[in-house]
């Protein structure tokens, strides 16, 4: 049974099945109308079945109140980072997007197929939707299960993973991301990307990220990336990024 509402939920027979709906209600109709008119009402139906089907982005809701990682990161800080710079990337996207072939995809499809700002824009919105849901104030301070073992087993032990990780943030230059993913071969990475970068584009798999664009602590610790970062280790949500593993 369940193997059957799997294959309905799939794009082609959703397709056939919307076809054979409208083959059905377009004999219906010329029982009751004529011809001419049944056929309007049909094409009445498919622009509202376009508009029904349009995948639109949302923009995405804190998984915690605006206060809730304070004394680590302060409530004026998610203010501006998340009401005002990635609301701005957000709406900055749905502009440039409309009316292009772009207007109906996911958000991966986007990132993987656009380039300059629709790029920049998509990605932005993406990469801190991710971090928010990389952060908890209920943080358990460690990785847990395989993901442990997978850290244990390629930095040696947990300290020194997060050792590599602070370097990778305090070297990268100017504005952008430190990731902690999965290659294509299962392998952990920790990855710097500039600006709007993402590991999907490079076929790896985001586990973890930081942001280190400057608008992510100037309000909280000024120019002291390092003090950033012994806050963001505080309040991980270890939960979610050991079940990305
Ligand atoms: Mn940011």
């Given at each position: ?17 919307e ?37 639109t ?11 809730a990682?304070?004394?680590?990161i ?10 005002k710079h ?13 009316g ?27 990469n801190?939707?991710?971090y ?10 460690r ?31 100017g ?22 970068g993402?590991?999907?584009c ?16 100037y ?11 012994e806050e963001?280790?505080?309040?991980v ?9």
């Open positions: 049974m369940n193997n059957l509402l799997y294959y309905f939920q799939t794009p082609k027979l959703r397709l056939y099945f076809i054979a709906k409208i083959f059905c209600l377009n004999i219906i109709l010329e029982y009751i109308f004529l011809k001419e008119q049944s056929l309007l009402l049909v094409v009445l139906y498919l622009e509202t079945l376009k508009h029904n089907t349009m995948k982005i949302e923009f995405m809701q804190l998984p915690y109140p605006m206060e990682l304070e004394p680590h302060g409530k004026l800080t998610m203010e501006f980072h998340y009401g990635h609301k701005a990337y957000f709406d900055n996207l749905h502009r440039l997007i409309k292009t072939e772009f207007e109906n995809m996911t958000l991966e499809e986007i990132i993987t197929k656009s380039n300059g700002a629709i790029f920049n824009n998509a990605a932005q919105v993406w801190h939707n991710f928010w849901n990389c952060l908890n104030p209920k943080s358990e301070k990785p847990c299960g395989n993901l442990h073992s997978a850290i244990e087993k390629k930095f040696g032990n947990f300290e020194e993973f997060k050792r590599i990780f602070n370097l990778a943030a305090m070297e990268l230059f504005s952008g991301w430190v990731w902690l993913v999965k290659n294509s071969n299962e392998k952990l990475e920790i990855l710097q990307t500039a600006n709007a993402n590991p999907i490079q076929d790896k798999t985001p586990l973890l990220v930081c942001d280190v664009w400057e608008h992510a602590y309000l909280d610790k000024q120019n002291k990336r390092a003090d950033y970062l963001f280790w505080k309040i949500d270890w939960q979610k990024v050991s079940a990305r593993y």
